[in-house]
């Protein structure tokens, strides 16, 4: 058995030396009939708590559903919305999700799927054995439910990932480095400015600061907007904002005016919080770009002829500024945080149980590419038989309807209860299933992501430095 499961494993006995409680009869979670649900909680050895809400008797269908949160405060919660908690309560599911270890960083990973199959362990024994158990994790979440996917067979049987942060703490950190690097040296030249090891959260603050008030004064120019594009290219940025319409496709103009407009709504701010968050997490920096050639990664990416008709409109030479960013490219990792995050902070290296993730077309904040990359892992592995990926055509990170949640769970309860994937996880099946719900509408469509652009090898090993 390997090291990792044997460890997941050993927390079932620290599960039952946490502290339990539920709340005085009648005691209802905020938002639900005290006829309708019990709400439980308690505390697990390592401080995580837990929360659990339970149909009234005679009402559970026998599923559990275990909720993996974003990120975030490290606050328990067990559904994606209070919409979604209300209306899987009213068709009978139980639902539980722990805090992760409050006591670190937000970036909970080295405590997340530990507590997760602790916080199961605690919730079965007080409401007894379920007929089959779920996972669903979201964001940050997203990436721990793939990992429960991987390590939970004989505990879970099926997952379902929404707008999961698939392609791992390592792909994230790099690609972002990227965008943050190439707005440093191309919009603030010769400024120097720290865009890794954060020691405090001002830093990573200031940096965000500095790089958003760069940007914003770009986008006045030709020469500034098409920069931009360069550095939206390397974030993996959609070119569809909220409450826009989609741009045409040979519209680079409109596009980038639309990625300016993700940029300018505090998008580098979420990223450098994400940054020390990790940091703090892994023990030190695990992204790196010496070595890495600006021109092979934006040749890689779906949004070069953006860059390229910009860049000519503008009358820059773009040759020049890529040949520069690979010349000035020198951060470097620290080995053992990259070693940490491909321990803690990965997925993809196989699948233990059915799973299903979907993913908005158009997500600022977890790229859809990243769902190219998880793929590819899960096919290397010899597990893309388990794996089923869905997409809703809207803007936004996360920003499901309930009937889309719905039904997305539904079709893993399907393929656990049959067997065999079928056509129920396909968009038309799904856009039946959740506008037959008569809820809240749905917009599941055929869609397959590009490739993230982030230019280091999938394997996430660590690189020679």
Known sequence: MPARVRAIRATAALAAAAALCLTAPGAAHAGTSPAAAQHLTGTLADGATWIADVPAPGRWNGTLLLFSHGFGPTVAQDAPSEAARTALLAEGYALAGSSYDPNGSQWALAS??????????????????????LSVGQSMGGLVNAQLARDGAGRIDGALGLCGLVAGG???DNYQLDAEYTIARLLLPGEELKLVRFDTQAEAAATADRLTAAVTAAQATPAGRARIALAAAYLNVPDW?????????????????????????????????????VE?????NNSWNRGVDYAALLAGSPHAPRVRAL???????????????????????????????????????????PLLDVH?????????????????????????????????????????????????????????????WGAVAEPAALQQAA???GLDGAAYVPYRPGELTVGRAASARTPRL
């Open 112 to 133: 997340a799927e530990r507590d997760q199959f602790a916080t199961l362990d605690a919730v079965t024994a007080k409401i007894g054995t379920p007929r089959r158990t």
């Open 170 to 172: 390592t792909d994230l």
């Open 241 to 277: 904002a909220p409450g826009k319409d989609r741009p045409a496709a040979d519209d680079w103009q409109g596009q980038e005016e639309q990625q300016y407009a993700w940029l300018a709504q505090g998008l580098l701010s979420f990223v450098e919080g994400g940054r020390y968050a």
């Open 280 to 284: 703090q997490s892994v023990g030190g």
């Open 311 to 353: 860049y000519r409109a503008a009358g820059l030479d773009l040759g020049a500024d890529l040949d520069d960013l690979t010349a000035g490219a020198a951060v470097t990792a620290d080995p053992d945080a990259v070693r940490a995050a491909a321990r803690t902070s990965s997925a993809g290296q196989g699948l233990g149980v």
């Open 360 to 420: 908005t077309t158009a997500d600022n904040l977890v790229p859809v590419e990243q769902e190219n990359r998880f793929a590819d892992r899960v096919r290397a592995s010899g597990d893309g038989a388990l794996l089923r990926q869905a997409y809703v055509e809207r803007q936004g990170h996360c920003a499901f309807t309930t009937a889309e949640t719905l039904a997305a769970v539904h079709a893993v309860e399907r393929r656990v209860a049959t067997g065999h």
């Open 435 to 437: 506008l037959g719900l």
